[in-house]
């Protein structure tokens, strides 16, 4: 008889939740989840025959080169969540792990909190509602910090995955001029490609929506920032590294940037004393634009589907880093 699957299952993603999620697998699998929230447990529950594991999107259970060599049945990541920088992909990558995301989960989402994020910062919504709670009325003071009509606004979006081209949609079904720049270019896009300096210089509305690598931290920083044209707008709904917080914090204080919505930090939580919570210009995010009840959904839905593909021998879909989706025990 075949021996079952070790699947470890890391914070925050619940236990009852997931034991639900793979009931469905009987004796075909063994759920293990670790006895302490610290490197003591990961280390001790990876060493303990853990062949899957469903990741810690918040990198607080980090799989890095280390955790990586304490795990020596390990053979499949699979990682609750689009982005994967809060785990080491090189270390898992030279060591023939494939690692899978939940590319497109939360693409709706995330691209609706840009694009609300932008209608915030067109017409000061967060200045006015903090103005009016504390007992003015700033009427006057909103319109002269310049009011505009979305559908005016030159639109340029920094990479073009699933997000990016859902954003891209959403800005052009309100009538915006819509620029994109990715690696790749997409000849099936409707947006207009342009390389990433002039995408910059031509972009009233900057969105970020690419992930965080190594060639991508720090892309759009100082220099880079100083192109946009006057009163330029950024909304961050990809990784704060990639605009580091005192780029863009200096832009804002410069005049360069009328506004900012930023989701993302380099730092989470930012600090109490981080000087954008002090910003009038910023609207703050939680890093929540993902977080709605149906991406939720996809993204469980996604991690339900890809493990089971691997128990049952199928291919793995969303592997991030090029290693064989077919998924083989050691």
């Not at 697998?25 to 469903?54: C, M, N, W, Y």
């Not at 954003?167 to 915006?176: K, S």
């Not at 009233?204 to 892309?219: C, F, H, K, M, S």
């Amino acid at each position: 008889m075949t021996a079952p699957w070790r699947i470890l299952s890391l914070p925050p993603l619940g236990e009852d939740l997931v034991r639900g999620l793979f009931a469905h697998l009987g004796d075909a699998a063994k759920l293990t989840f670790p006895s302490s929230r610290d490197r003591a447990g990961l280390h001790a529950a990876l060493a303990d025959g853990a062949e899957v594991v469903i990741g810690d999107f918040t990198g607080l259970l980090a799989l890095d080169a280390d955790a990586v060599a304490a795990a020596p049945d390990l053979v499949f990541v699979q990682m609750p969540s689009v982005g994967t920088d809060s785990i080491d992909v090189a270390a898992l990558s030279a060591a023939g792990i494939p690692v899978a995301n939940t590319a497109g989960a939360n693409a709706r989402a995330v691209a609706e909190w840009a694009v609300g994020a932008a209608f915030a910062l067109c017409r000061h919504l967060v200045y006015g509602d903090r103005g009016v709670r504390a007992g003015e009325w700033p009427q006057l003071e909103v319109l002269a910090r310049g009011t505009r009509e979305i559908h005016s606004q030159r639109v340029g979006i920094v990479g073009f995955g699933a997000i990016g081209a859902e954003a891209a949609r959403l800005f052009q079904a309100l009538g915006c001029a819509v620029s994109y720049w990715t690696r790749r270019p997409r000849p099936e896009a409707s947006a207009t490609y342009r390389e990433l300096d002039d995408l910059v210089a031509t972009s009233d509305i900057l969105v970020l929506a690419l992930p965080l690598t190594g060639e991508t931290r720090g892309l759009i920083g100082p220099e880079r920032l100083t192109l946009l044209p006057d009163n330029a707008l950024l909304v961050n709904v990809a990784r704060g590294g990639i605009a580091p917080d005192d780029a863009v914090l200096a832009a804002l204080e410069s005049g360069r940037l009328a506004g900012a919505a930023l989701d993302v930090f380099d730092q989470e939580p930012l600090t109490t004393d981080h000087p954008l919570r002090a910003h009038e210009s910023v609207l703050l995010s939680p890093h929540t634009a993902g977080g709605t009840a149906q991406s939720q959904l996809n993204i469980v839905a996604m991690v339900r589907d890809n493990v089971t593909a691997a128990v049952e021998g199928r291919e793995v879909q969303n592997v991030v880093n090029g290693v064989n989706p077919q998924v083989k025990r050691r």
